[in-house]
């Protein structure tokens, strides 16, 4: 079992860049598929990436370009860069851990396995 928990939201404007943290405890961080997600107001979660125990990331279209995944394993910890961030980037994001190496497609739809509790990205335009 694995534990996560986010930092670095905050209030940026439009095109400005933000990183997020995200610290996992845990001895088989390594071996878990990690995976940020979001979630704007009143709308449902949105997959943003995932990235796998093999080294490969996959994007959802909305962010690719923009956003950029990086895991620092000396120190259980993933981060996500954000830049070029846009009013509609606005969300509660969350880090998020699995056990398994699934598809993408199977995450976007079903999620991961540990969630943290997020945090909140506010983009003014």
């Known amino acids: 079992q694995v534990q996560v928990a986010e930092s670095g939201g905050g209030l940026v404007q439009s095109g400005g860049s933000l990183r997020l943290s995200c610290a996992a405890s845990?001895?088989?961080?390594?071996?878990?598929?990690m995976g940020w997600f979001r979630q704007a107001p009143g709308k449902e979660r949105e997959f943003v990436t995932a990235?796998?125990?093999?080294?490969?990331?996959y994007y959802a279209d909305s962010v690719k370009g923009r956003f950029t995944f990086s895991r620092d394993f000396a120190n259980n910890t993933v981060y996500l860069q954000m830049n070029n961030l846009r009013a509609d980037d606005t969300a509660v994001y969350y880090c998020?851990?699995?056990?398994?190496?699934?598809?993408?497609?199977?995450?976007?739809?079903?999620?991961?396995?540990?969630w943290g509790k997020g945090t909140l990205v506010t983009v003014s335009s």
């Open positions: 998020a851990a699995d056990g398994s190496e699934r598809r993408a497609t199977w995450y976007s739809n079903y999620g991961m396995a540990y």
């Open positions: 845990g001895r088989t961080f390594s071996s878990y598929t």
């Open positions: 990235s796998w125990r093999g080294g490969g990331t």
